[in-house]
């Protein structure tokens, strides 16, 4: 009887050990599984990201339903995408970042803020996981070595534009969302009235309406307009310290005199941090696609 017992103790014993040997591969299994699921240097990922100054305004993001949320409050960083959804980036263990402009207008190379927000977000990706939004704080220092010409520029704060504009028929269509004939009209940003005088083949002859006295906005500071005839004159009151934005550029107002002001582009992100939302996942054939879509816009 007892040799039956110390069989039957044995074979449980067994089962007991044969039963636990899968469940113990399966938790090895699941642990690379989750080791393999974080983000390594050289990966190729696909990024959701919203980034929020300190005041929680939002400054740049490639999701739609962000972007066009009526609700949210855009700061003077933010500019509509020309298309959304999540970008290829190469994940790097610290920031790389190129020196090089990438961005082309009348002539000149930049290197906008979206790109410099991209190069330091790809240096923030090693080590967090995929398919888990994670929280990112990014900053950005003036290059060491950047030339003052390259960092500075003086503004007259008196500006004049003139009334009438010539432009391209597609980008009037654009805003009218038709083709334009005379007469037609919108209201821009700032509260200023556009109004299609005439059509010329591909050039639409356009012109500003604003009340004389009237205070508009600028990315410099409020403007009293003054109507000069065939130009109006802007009178632009700036403040130190104010983040703007110059098409691609971000910089921030350093010096007000009577006449003129001084802005500052030598730090991309305009001396704010930026607090971010991620998502990452592996790329698709779709994701790549569309990546390459929008870089070609």
Excluded at 35 to 46: C, G, P, Q, S, Y
Excluded at 140 to 169: C, I, Q, W
Excluded at 208 to 221: D, E, Y
Excluded at 276 to 296: F, G, H, N, Q
Aim: glycine share 8%; net charge positive; hydrophobic share 40%.
């Amino acid at each position: 009887m007892k040799n039956k017992n110390s069989g039957a103790k044995l074979s449980m014993v067994l089962i007991l050990a044969l039963t636990a040997l899968p469940m113990n591969g399966c938790t090895l299994n699941r642990s690379a599984m989750s080791e393999a699921r974080t983000v390594r240097e050289n990966d190729k990922v696909a990024v959701s990201y919203t980034c929020n100054l300190a005041d929680g305004s939002l400054a740049v993001t490639n999701q739609r339903q962000v972007a066009d949320a009526p609700a949210i409050t855009r700061s003077p960083l933010f500019r509509m995408p020309v298309a959304f959804g999540p970008q290829i980036m190469t994940a790097t263990a610290k920031p790389v970042i190129d020196p090089a402009g990438h961005t082309e207008m009348l002539g000149f190379k930049f290197k906008s803020f979206e790109e410099a927000v991209s190069e330091r977000l790809a240096g923030r990706l090693v080590g967090l996981p995929y398919d888990q939004e994670q929280q990112v704080r990014l900053s950005a220092t003036v290059p060491h070595g950047l030339a003052y010409k390259d960092r500075y520029l003086e503004r007259f704060r008196k500006t004049s534009h003139r009334k009438v504009l010539r432009v391209p028929v597609w980008q009037v269509a654009k805003e009218l969302g038709k083709p334009p004939v005379a007469e037609a009209r919108w209201q821009g940003r700032d509260g200023i009235t556009f109004v299609v005088d005439s059509v010329e083949g591909k050039v639409v002859n356009l012109r500003r309406q604003i009340k004389s006295g009237a205070t508009v906005q600028t990315p410099f500071g409020p403007a009293k307009v003054i109507d000069e005839g065939k130009s109006y004159t802007l009178n632009i009151a700036p403040n130190v310290g104010t983040v703007v934005r110059s098409g691609p550029l971000v910089g921030r107002i350093t010096k007000v005199t009577g006449e003129s002001f001084m802005l500052d582009y030598g730090n991309p992100f305009g001396f704010e941090d930026l607090n971010c939302r991620v998502l990452i996942k592996e790329p698709s054939k779709d994701t790549a696609t569309m990546a390459k879509r929008s870089m070609e816009k």
